[in-house]
């Protein structure tokens, strides 16, 4: 699947120097177009975000500072995490066989329930993730959510905000030598989110990417 570059019709040049963005089938155009109010939400919150020096050099958990602020930017505007679970009902009509006397159709009833995985962030028909340095896997998590959701006409598209790599680690080791944090590429980036988006894994459901940058730091030192 090719990529698509809408984005720069979309989004102001200011925030695209300081960010890297990939997207697929126009996301950016459906987005800005369909959902004006949640768009408008989206650019809010990266013209006003800075990344300072911990979130460079500090380790973090699961859930860093970084993607806790995200999300907390995006609840004031009332973006909220949400799941899909998915119920389907399956009645099996047995019709009857009347040559041995039998009369009445038999009817078999069962429910067959799939929990969804959870979104960080949702408003409207617009699904947000932030995957600042997680495990990779996360990406297919997201991917498979939105191709979900997409499927049964819930959401219109999808976002997913994480990192670069390569500038990052550079940054790293620049503010302190002996800093590990970046060292590896399993974790959530652009580079692993690139490949997935153009192999079609959101399948049917526009997504745009956004990579936050060393550009994002509010001061080198």
């Known amino acids: 699947m090719d990529e698509t570059y809408s984005y720069f019709d ?45 979130d460079v050099i500090d380790d973090g958990g699961n859930k860093s500072d970084l993607a806790a602020r995200l999300d907390e930017s995006f609840r004031e505007k009332k973006w909220r995490e949400g799941r899909v679970d998915t119920l389907i009902k ?10 041995v006397g039998e009369k009445e159709s038999r009817i078999t009833e069962s429910i067959v329930q799939n929990e969804g995985y959870k979104v960080d962030n949702l408003k409207g028909r617009i699904a947000l993730d932030v995957e600042w340095n997680a ?29 670069t790599q390569e500038d990052l680690r550079a940054l790293a080791l620049r503010l302190k030598p002996d800093s590990t944090k970046f060292a590896t590429t399993t974790t959530t980036n652009m580079g692993k989110l690139r490949p997935r988006l153009t192999r079609g894994d959101a399948g049917g459901c526009p997504v745009l990417a956004v990579a936050i940058t060393a550009k994002c730091l509010d001061f080198l030192p």
């Open 90 to 99: 399956l009645l099996v009509k047995i019709s009857p066989y009347r040559k």
């Open 135 to 163: 495990k990779d896997g996360n990406l297919d998590r997201d991917l498979s959510a939105y191709r979900a959701l997409y499927d049964a006409a819930l959401i219109d598209a999808g976002v997913i905000i994480t990192r």
């Open 10 to 54: 979309c989004i102001d040049a200011d925030t695209r120097t300081k960010f890297d963005f990939c997207e697929v089938r126009n996301a950016a155009a459906i987005i800005s177009s369909t959902s004006p109010l949640e768009w408008q939400d989206f650019l809010d919150v990266l013209q006003n975000f800075r990344l300072t020096h911990d």
